[in-house]
């Protein structure tokens, strides 16, 4: 039985990043699978890029649900700050599914009275706004803010850690934000340094998904399978 | 040029009786052209028969616009009352992409204080209240009622148009409710006898999603490409 | 049969400008008429001009309801961004009456995430803020600007456009609006001059009610009688 | 110097009855003068009633305040709990203006944490609830319910009061309200014997209207001149 | 009988202060008695504070209430403006409590379409927001603003008056504010000359809350003891 | 080093009952310490037992960051469903404070559509949609529910599950509830049964806020000690 993390992107870089500071965690003591999304765009910017995405997305999914492998499948962690696929995928399985963004939204709500998001484009911002506002932290949320830099740049470009910083400082200053969430899967690598530089808690869903997936398991809660994520009923593909 | 009718789900019967309805609107004055999306579910019923059919919806708009068809299309309208995939379809092109559930909606706002919703089973429900929500309409709006038929047995059962009928009335009387939505593509047919049997407007969104199409193309009124519906950029699919 | 699109203020000249806009659309296929009212304030800024309006523009309505000439009325059009009157003139008729401010609004979040709206004096944003709030599109809208030019001298005035043009761009490039509704029917000669200036969809009220009124009647939606809009009791006028 | 309470409708009797009732108010330290709208609808059921009731109302103000008779005045309350042209009136002078309303919600909202609204006609809840959301006091309202009487029954109707009584009780009891208001100037009289046969606070809009009157004026606090309640610019009523 | 006028923290000086100012009110009908919370902290800056304020502020009403100071007693008033212990003060009494933060707040919305509030320190900022979402109040409320002048300089730093009112003219300015509250008791001396500086309303609501409080008594209005503020059962404190 | 999980009430045989259930759960790996407040009410029912609850709790919290016992506190859980005195706890620590409302609330997030609330006395109810409210939750709850039997008689009633079951499945089904938490610390030993009797995901929120504290633990996340939650400043406690 493992976490299944699923990177809904086609990078495997970004997915072996994300195994190697996942496996550092303290306290890991449920064994976690790596998945990347052949077939998905390289990096997820935007409705449409997040739509073909969760295509490749569920069928991972159901590969898991389907096959012997199912058995392996504990919970599933989605790891793309945009929660991908999110709803789609809870009606796939009765195992819990967690996505990076809400898990360090709700986090974040836990230790700030307000922070602040600080993400890639422009284009992701109202995306993640439409999250907040369906997770019902949107007043909990001091402002969501974008670097501008693409995602794939986040590893290339030697300056993007300090074009970060920088456009966090401000932010959090204009905004009274009181923590940071990091607003890509691709940032994660920063968390502790940023913490350092900021004086406040910096929070990457990665990590936080695999902490309550965790929590989830030990505490024997499933996704409800009555109402809005019951099974899809097949009704033949044409 | 034409406007492109896109039914999400892959039941070209229901394709077909859309299009019977739609040609004998009044005041048509640009051509209309209907799609089927063949590989898509055979009806739309929860987040996941959503994103897989958004899959191919989003296929057949690439396809226009990215062909020599592209000149046909004048706009776009996703025929199911989820409004699936309509964000990421605004992002594909500039032309106007309108969702049937979004145009009964507003226009219901144009002709009654509040109105009720009446869909197919209770796992929509959720969805069109987020859509409600995501489109500001929720106050608007005094209910989203299942009538427990599968979109399927729309046309199959006999007793489909009483049991949505007493549902209805039901629905009208308890919330207060001034005119009925019909929250699902497959009863459109529906929407002449219904109004005489409720004394009252009752909207179908496809009719309506065609005429504001015309009426945006009309205005010469595109789909803003500065922000949110960018075209994506093309990081290769891997 | 006609659409009578009135101009709540007394300025004839206005009135007879938005004619001018409104016959050059494409795909005109209903009748227009245009009213102005005698009586009302020049211009409406403000509550209290508002209030007054909406006296002469019943007293319209009414006419055209109660006499012989009801015959020729197919649907109303205010013609003021404010929606002067828009909820009682509902009630006097089971035509549809769409306000040129409520039509705007809905066509610009068909068409972008959020909208700006560019009106004249400040005084009118709080009335603009409210419209938002009961139509639901407050989360839609990126803000309601004022370019400090009365009504009156929109016309008059030489730089009137480049200021209202300089005002919109600051205030689309703070808010990240992705389209630009303009606030006010004495802006309605600059649409296609300020679209091409801004390079992202500019919306005038006037033309959108219009195309709003024919499609609803072409689907020969009715205002609900059922109600909020209920014809009023003749009480006695004491 | 006296406060002038001005019934919006025609009905002196109304007027009358009000005067009676406020006249015996305890702690009362400022003159009262009270006005009744001829011209206006015999009462105030809907918009349109409202709308034509706001036109003599401003009437009446600015007959108090562009006259010497404007030395007379040192505050006004609105008496129809609809707050009928509030906003209006409120630009017209730097007194203070207070609606019964507005009134009698604000003050349920400091005895209880929610209250319910008895009401007379289905036709006035929609008007309350935008009253409600433009006060911001939505979510203190437990509901709106109407009893079905119109206002000129509530004196002639001999079972009117029983009538009332139960509906409030079986609307508090389901909705777990924590005191009442009554939500027509037409219901003051039953003020005292409803608080006793319900056994919890009953608001009557007039009478607390009436003594924040008095608060205010003892403060000196006057109606903003900045911003939204700016005297309106006077352009010519052609 | 009197007002009980509590301040909640231990600061004699403050409460002698408010006693002088609310002396001079115009119309003053009711005896006041002042209250200073022995125990308490020296100023309430934060949840902490009002914490251990509450607790020495319900010993103060209790024992008003079930001793034979009771009768002295016809309604309370806390005199701190983050409203401290306001909810469970009502639990302890059928006697109306007022916090001169919600006083200030519904005032100014009589008065002003929007108002800004002034307070000490950033730390009470979110506590003012969550009391505005709780009254309903924050969409009047165009921005909560610090200072920075911790409570105890107020008094003591003789530039405090000016650096107050320069910080409130730039907030007002930016948020087109129409009133301003003053969001602390120690600023009550400055309600005049700060109304004469800024040329609008500025609200205390130290004297508000006093004279609502003599309203409520003349309308015999008491707090609602079914439901929310029903008395504490007493289970025994162990 | 150990997560301090706090009954803010004076019932050590509840204390004792919660201790129990945590030490059972899966994956437990920090060590846990129980304490009881003594000097605090019974039970929490009502604003006013929150209030003095609160002033125990903190000294309790303040003796652990005060003394050398520091060193043994690594989270704070608060076992009230109320989370009482949260806020204020957090203003007195740098380390993570969990209330066992909150935590049940957004786990219920992550597996359901909407979750119902089934709590004890009416009088609670408020408090949790006020709390609801805060989190940011309240469109994610589809009722919060009353079963009418008081704290003390959950274990002393030999019938209180069966009615609290009753209770639960009307709500449930009224409500279209996707899952169901536990609104009292005194019902977690019936987590497990219930589940099973409702064949959907039941939520206690201490087990679940003992997990998320382990999660934040090993995340090493703290509270934001910038802003809301800065420590105190002492001024003295006269």
């Keep these: 039985m493992a976490i299944i993390v699923i990177n809904p992107n086609s990078s495997t870089s970004m997915t072996r990043q994300l195994e190697q500071e996942c496996r550092q965690l303290d306290g890991l003591h449920h064994e976690l699978c790596f998945e990347t999304c052949n077939g998905s765009p390289g990096s997820i910017e935007g409705h449409s890029d997040g739509a073909m995405a969760t295509f490749y997305l569920l069928e991972k999914i ?3 649900e389907n096959s012997r492998e199912s058995s392996h499948a504990s919970a599933y962690v989605i790891a793309c700050f945009d ?3 999110l709803e789609a995928a809870r009606e796939l399985t009765s195992r819990p ?3 990076i963004g809400e898990a360090a939204m709700h986090a ?3 230790l700030s009275h307000r922070f602040c998001i600080m993400t890639t484009l422009q284009r992701s911002v109202p995306i993640l706004q439409r999250n907040l506002d369906h997770y019902g932290l949107t007043n909990r949320c001091a402002g969501v803010f974008a670097s501008n830099i693409p995602v794939l740049q986040l ?3 030697p300056d993007a850690y300090d074009q970060v910083l920088t456009a ?4 959090l200053q204009h905004s009274h934000g009181e923590a940071l969430i990091l607003g890509c899967a ?3 690598q920063w968390v502790h340094a940023m913490e350092q530089d900021l004086g406040m808690p910096v929070l990457d869903g990665v990590r936080i998904a695999v902490k309550f997936a965790e929590s989830l398991i030990d505490l024997k809660l499933m996704t409800s399978k009555v109402g809005s994520y019951r ?3 097949f009704k033949g593909y044409d």
Tied chains: 1, 2, 3, 4, 5, 6.
């Design 62 to 64: 159901r590969a898991y």
């Design 83 to 85: 929660d991908t696929g």
């Design 97 to 99: 599914v967690i996505g």
């Design 108 to 110: 974040a709500s836990l």
């Design 155 to 157: 590893e290339s470009n």
């Design 168 to 171: 966090a400082r401000t932010a």
């Design 186 to 188: 691709g940032m994660s």
């Design 231 to 233: 099974y899809p009923e």
